[in-house]
């Protein structure tokens, strides 16, 4: 069982180049989401996904696109890099429960993104 | 709207002290609380969270925390911390029909020996 992965690690891109962030759980969750980490400013949202199919803007959408064709996988796209978008980026999912606000959210390894 | 602050971005302590990383949230509506931990290289994991019910909370690696909804805080708390301590640790909120979770910007525990 190996909870939520993320592929790649680390990415260096210059600006314009597009890329795709892919992240995998294999725990059956229904939701989904991508966040990025900005020292001091904690995790913010940028994506999410409530099922196979469904996808919806979070705080931070623009830029970012993002497709759920699986279950599992939850792909994050940046068509054109800007150094803005140098970040930490995390997946995690989480299964609803009692209800959604309640849940826990597994988080992946984290990708390091930078933007020259 | 609902927002998280962590009132210490960095806290140095001495090895087998006591700590306590502050969290106060603001909500129009009930509110659901966690801890999360994040290690040097690694994804955040859940150490406790607050439902309902008893105000004090017990989570993994003898941390606690305590919701105090007259202050709206929700402080981390551990008697005696140890080097593998060392961390950043987030304060989140969700709630309010929602399932979106709001992070604060995270406390950076140092353990020194």
């Known amino acids: 069982n190996a909870g939520v992965t993320q592929t790649p690690k680390f990415r260096v891109l210059k600006t314009g180049q597009s890329m795709t962030l892919l992240c995998a759980q294999d725990m059956n969750h229904e939701y989904m989401y991508w966040y990025r980490q900005d020292p001091g400013m904690g995790l913010r949202l940028i994506h999410y996904?409530?099922?196979?199919?469904?996808?919806a803007k979070g705080e931070v959408p623009d830029g970012y696109n993002v497709s759920r064709l699986k279950k599992q996988n939850f792909l994050l796209g940046l068509e054109s890099a800007a150094p803005s978008q140098t970040s930490v980026y995390f997946c995690?999912?989480?299964?609803?429960?009692?209800?959604?606000?309640?849940?826990?959210?597994?988080f992946g390894p984290g990708t390091r993104l930078t933007v020259l | 709207a609902q927002s998280v602050t962590q009132l210490d971005s960095q806290v140095p302590v001495f090895e087998e002290a006591p700590v306590e990383l502050r969290c106060n949230y603001s909500?129009?509506?009930?509110?659901?609380l966690f801890w999360y931990v994040q290690y040097p290289n690694q994804g955040l994991q859940l150490l406790l969270k607050y439902l309902s019910g008893s105000t004090l909370v017990k989570g993994i690696n003898g941390f606690e925390a305590e919701f105090n909804k007259s202050q709206t805080s929700f402080h981390l708390r551990k008697p005696s911390v140890h080097i593998s301590d060392t961390a950043e640790y987030f304060c989140a909120v969700s709630g309010g029909g929602g399932f979106k979770t709001i992070f604060g910007a995270g406390t950076r525990l140092f353990v020194k020996a």
């Open positions: 995690a999912s989480s299964y609803p429960r009692t209800g959604s606000s309640t849940d826990t959210q597994y």
């Open positions: 996904s409530v099922g196979e199919g469904t996808t």
């Open positions: 909500s129009s509506v009930s509110v659901y």
